[in-house]
């Protein structure tokens, strides 16, 4: 079944804790993308990346670090989050840049 | 920087009535995509508009990108309970996508 996989899908942590949140997809794709969820401000992109070994800021990247090592990976590195982190992450990927994404379950971050 | 947004921030329907939702962008976009959010589930790709003033249907739903490719919408006609949800335009320029807040759908039996 062609999927968009996250792990953990809740986490709660305490700040300055480095965390890691996995993003695995199974369908080949070229772009994939993570994306934070808050109440009246929709989804905004954290980065994203076109291919094995290239990524670039979104809109909102500041605390955050990512890695392509390989295409279907594109893992979430918070190395010292804060409580302005709190939030419900997603990670999304498209056989392309500019084509249909497919989103994951996300994960509900807590950050204490 | 590059803005979406999109009003209203909510709308409660009877069962039966129409509903739209706008979006509008800041700067031309290449192209703007539509998602479908149920609570407590993850976005869900309903469609893509690429050419300026294209109108594109799915059953009920039609969505519309402006001449000017700045902005979008989605109406649905005759609402069913299966179509609450929040529904979000994601604008797409220099590889990045702008999300606009979303419009929540509430529907009334």
């Known amino acids: 079944e062609a999927q968009v996989t996250q792990n953990p899908r809740y986490l709660i942590t305490v700040t300055g804790k480095k965390l890691t949140v996995t993003c695995s997809q199974n369908m080949n794709h070229e772009y994939m993308s993570w994306y934070r969820q808050d109440p009246g401000l929709g989804l905004r992109q954290i980065y994203y990346s076109m291919n094995v070994e290239v990524t670039d800021k979104g809109d909102v990247p500041e605390g955050y670090k990512v890695s392509r090592k390989e295409k279907r990976n594109f893992p979430l590195i918070l190395e010292s989050p804060s409580p302005n982190q709190t939030s419900l992450y997603f990670c999304a990927s498209s056989r392309i840049i500019a084509e249909t994404q497919y989103f994951g379950p996300g994960t509900r971050l807590l950050v204490l | 920087g590059q803005q979406v947004m999109q009003i209203p921030q909510y709308q409660h329907v009877q069962e039966g009535e129409d509903f739209t939702t706008y979006c509008n962008s800041s700067t031309t976009l290449s192209n703007i995509q539509w998602y479908k959010q149920r609570p407590g589930g993850h976005p869900v790709f309903l469609i893509q508009?690429?050419?300026?003033?294209e109108v594109k249907k799915q059953k009920r739903l039609t969505f519309q990108f402006g001449e000017a490719k700045k902005n979008s919408s989605l109406h649905i006609t005759a609402t069913q309970t299966t179509d609450v949800g929040t529904y979000f335009c994601a604008g797409y320029n220099f590889n990045k996508f702008y999300f606009g807040s979303g419009t929540k759908l509430n529907v009334k039996p």
């Open positions: 508009l690429v050419k300026s003033g």
